[in-house]
């Protein structure tokens, strides 16, 4: 969960929200929300999303993502 290889890469996109999506939470949060699923976030994970980019940095919601069970396990 949070081996050396999910930090690199959480902080990997992270760096590649900041240079593609924008600065502000909201642009920083859409993108990798809706990567696992292939589908743009639901109001309330919008929301979540947004939240933790305000608080905690883009980096931090990616390894959330990183760990989501929809990018670990494939139906």
């Known amino acids: 969960m949070n081996n ?5 890469l959480s902080d990997a996109l992270a760096a590649r929200l900041a240079r593609e999506a924008g600065r502000t939470p909201a642009a920083r949060s859409i993108g990798p929300t809706a990567s696992p ?7 309330t ?4 999303a947004v939240r933790v980019v305000e ?13 989501a069970n929809e990018f ?4």
Not at 4 to 8: I, R, V
Not at 37 to 43: F, L, R
Not at 45 to 48: E, L
Not at 72 to 75: I, K, R, S, T
Request: proline share 12%.
């Open 4 to 8: 050396a290889l999910t930090l690199h």
């Open 37 to 43: 699923s292939a589908a743009p976030p639901n109001p």
């Open 45 to 48: 994970n919008g929301r979540w």
């Open 55 to 67: 608080q905690f940095g883009p980096a931090t919601l990616a390894r959330a993502i990183f760990n």
């Open 72 to 75: 670990l396990y494939v139906e």
